[in-house]
């Protein structure tokens, strides 16, 4: 199973987003520059992100994009099913998890626990988790660089 780069690329843009607002817009561009995300492309995730309430425009000058809530409240899950079709383990499965088949096949089950075990995954991962992450590689590699510069 594969998530599409618009999945990687919202969770990768509303975490620059979390790390770098502290409570003031961040412009898109900003956020493309430093993600290497071409900004078109951020600019329609942006319009789902809206769209979907995780994200909010502020207009003019130094506007930008703000989290709609705070970081605890988003879960990865609530990003990707933003921008993605619903996530199903086998094609037969529609957005319920729920078999296409008049009747199931043998092995519904574990393609239905499969989908249930990644939902569960995705919703369990907030996107303040995914923020004090980027935010200590940030620190780590600070640290990391300031300590060649010493050494050198």
């Known amino acids: 199973m594969l998530l599409t780069r618009?999945?990687?690329?919202?969770?990768?843009a509303l975490v620059d987003?979390?790390?770098?607002?502290?409570?003031k817009p961040v412009a898109l561009k900003d956020i493309a520059h430093?993600?290497?995300i071409p900004l078109p492309y951020l600019e329609q995730l942006f319009f789902r992100l809206k769209k979907g309430l995780l994200v909010t425009a502020v207009r003019g000058p130094g506007g930008g994009y703000l989290l709609a809530r705070l970081g605890s409240s988003i879960r990865i899950?609530?990003?990707i099913a933003t921008v993605?079709?619903?996530?199903?383990?086998?094609a037969c499965m529609d957005e319920r998890k729920?078999?296409?088949?008049?009747t199931?096949?043998?092995?519904?089950?574990?393609?239905?626990?499969?989908?249930?075990r990644i939902a569960n995954f995705l919703n369990g991962i907030t996107l303040e988790d995914l923020t004090r992450e980027a935010e200590q590689r940030l620190l780590n590699e600070g640290s990391t660089q300031v300590g060649n510069l010493q050494h050198s």
């Open 98 to 102: 729920e078999c296409e088949r008049s």
């Open 34 to 36: 430093r993600e290497r």
């Open 17 to 23: 987003l979390s790390c770098h607002s502290r409570g």
């Open 77 to 79: 899950g609530d990003i």
């Open 104 to 116: 199931p096949c043998a092995a519904h089950a574990v393609w239905h626990d499969l989908g249930m």
């Open 6 to 12: 618009k999945a990687q690329y919202a969770v990768q």
């Open 84 to 90: 993605e079709e619903p996530l199903r383990p086998v």
